[in-house]
């Protein structure tokens, strides 16, 4: 059974980083696009990043752009997410995913989630 593990989460002041990591078992995020996504209480889940199979392009939803990057350690089958200059906006519970299908800013086309991790950014 394909499982993700994300770690890495926690509390941190504005302007502040932290690094969210997610581990794979049963799956090799090399042939697979992995995505990070979060939700905040009372809001839908959103695409905040992913990197493609093969290529390792990268795509970021539009407020983190500049601040975080997504990266995949192969040799580690570790999937991270930087994220620099957090901002309070910024609080929700990350998850990553990972999908083998095409199309990667949609949750629908993730086949496989993370527990999740807390992020809250103090003002």
């Known amino acids: 059974q394909v499982k993700l593990v994300e770690s890495g989460g926690g509390l941190v002041q504005a302007g502040g980083s932290l690094r969210l990591s997610c581990a794979a078992s049963r799956l090799t995020f090399s042939i697979v696009n992995a995505g990070w996504f979060r939700q905040a209480p009372g809001k839908e889940r959103e695409f905040v990043a992913a990197?493609?199979?093969?290529?390792?392009?990268?795509n970021y939803r539009d407020s983190v752009k500049g601040r975080f990057t997504i990266s995949r350690v192969n040799a580690q089958n570790t999937v991270y997410l930087q994220m620099d200059n957090l901002k309070p906006e910024d609080t929700a519970v990350y998850y990553c995913?990972?999908?083998?299908?095409?199309?990667?800013?949609?949750?629908?086309?993730?086949?496989?989630w993370g527990q999740g991790t807390q992020v809250t950014v103090s003002s």
């Open positions: 995913a990972a999908t083998l299908k095409p199309g990667w800013t949609s949750a629908n086309a993730y086949d496989y």
């Open positions: 990197i493609s199979r093969g290529t390792s392009d990268t």
